[in-house]
Nanobody, 124 residues
Framework: QVQLVESGGGSVQAGGSLRLSCKYY????????MTWFRQAPEKKREAVAA????????YYDDSVKGRFTISQDVAKRTVYLQMNSLKTEDTALYYC?????????????????WGQGTQVTVSS
């Protein structure tokens, strides 16, 4: 059984930075898609960044390219989302999700395991 635990959310002013962490708990750290999603009030859940843990291949939504960076620390079984130049429209509940299949899809229904979410609030 896979358990994902996010941390690192908070409140920041526009232009600031935050780093989210997603710790992966399971018997093995398998090659898989680790994807960060976000959901703002009354909006659909959307994928913002993904990493294939087997070779560090990454995907970014156009809205975060150049500002967000996804990475992993295999020894710590943790995936990070470094968020720079934050905008008010980045405000959302951020989730990490995991699935064993490639490619990493942007459809939330493709993901088997989810964390509980961490809130990011960006003020102007």
């Amino acid at each position: 059984q896979v358990q994902l635990v996010e941390s690192g959310g908070g409140s920041v002013q526009a232009g600031g930075s935050l780093r989210l962490s997603c710790k992966y708990y399971a018997e093995r750290y398998s090659r898989s898609c680790m994807t960060w999603f976000r959901q703002a009030p009354e909006k659909k859940r959307e994928a913002v960044a993904a990493i294939w843990t087997g070779d560090d291949s990454t995907y970014y939504d156009d809205s975060v390219k150049g500002r967000f960076t996804i990475s992993q620390d295999v020894a710590k079984r943790t995936v990070y989302l470094q968020m720079n130049s934050l905008k008010t429209e980045d405000t959302a509940l951020y989730y990490c999700a995991n699935d064993l299949t490639w490619p990493c899809l942007s459809d939330p229904s493709s993901y088997t395991h989810w964390g509980q979410g961490t809130q990011v609030t960006v003020s102007s």
